[in-house]
């Protein structure tokens, strides 16, 4: 524990450098255009500045569950939900402080759940956490950093795939009626809606997580498969409802985001329609990672994570984008789901079988 908040503590300073120095080139980077730079400049900076309370809230909630508070690390992040949304529309309305508002806003969130995780730690119920703990804990990271890898390489190949993406939907995007920043928004409409989505699944699948460990662990195994059918089941319920909610009616969700522009609601349907038509058969990938992970087979889950960003999702955009352009970008996604399915259910079958009966 005292390795993992040490790394965080690293990490954060490390990446808050990092972004400061190179916020420019790394907006460019990852698509921002003459009309979105200043504004991404603008936010970006704040929450570069802040990255350390972001680093330091997301590892330290896992660190809280992981002690045996789930109760705890909820409320740490509703605590940070709660200050964000409050937080938001007074800084920017009230306040008049726009872009940088919403920033302060995110960052001010982050510092709430970083509060309530600390108050928990502190209180630990599974290890007594002191100085004494942090003494020579840094031969600990490389440990602590394998058990991760999966989730590491979760990240950052989505971080890879989200810039390559944004460029794509920016360069085909100006060959069509549509220009240059309709399809960049409206994917990342799309993106968002899908990300709120998975966090049911990725809740229920690190829930699971410690209960799959410990009777694998324990030479349970129809308990372990129990757990995970539980999973599977579940989440492909919610995304059967969600990819009904999609395809019926999906001005619902892009009236949210308040915009009546006619080519914007147009392509942003078309996103959710199209791109996130099989969402339901990809709860196979998104439960397969943590469940191979919790097996102690760590390599295994950064493989299949690797396999999906970097293998298929990577090459398929290029492929079809160019070969169908804008609409070729949009299919890319179900394409992409549909093989990463197969892929997940050949390594969930070998899994299986070394479970035994």
Known sequence: MAASISALVGAGVILALAYLLFMEPLCLLFGATELTLSYATEYGGIIAAGMLWNVFAIGSTSLVRADGQPGMAMTGMLAGFAVNMIGDPLAIFALGMGVRGAALATILGQMATAAVNVF???RCRSVRLGRDSFAGCAALIPAVARGGLSSFMSQFTTVIVSGTQNNLFVRYGAQSVYGAEIPMTCMGIAIK????????????????QPIIGYNYGSGRPHRVKAAY???LLASAFFMLLATLWFQLVPLSIVRLFGEDDPLYLDFASKCLRIYLMLILIDVFQMTASPFLQSMGRPVAAAALTFIRQIVIVLPSMFLMGARFGLDGLLWSG??????TAVIALLFL?????????
């Open 334 to 339: 179900p394409v992409s789901m549909l093989l």
């Open 193 to 208: 809606v899908f990300v709120v989505m998975q966090c049911f699944v990725l809740g229920l699948s690190g829930g699971s």
């Open 349 to 357: 079958r070998g899994a299986w079988k070394a479970l035994g009966d």
């Open 120 to 122: 928990a730690l502190c």
């Open 229 to 231: 059918r539980a999973v």
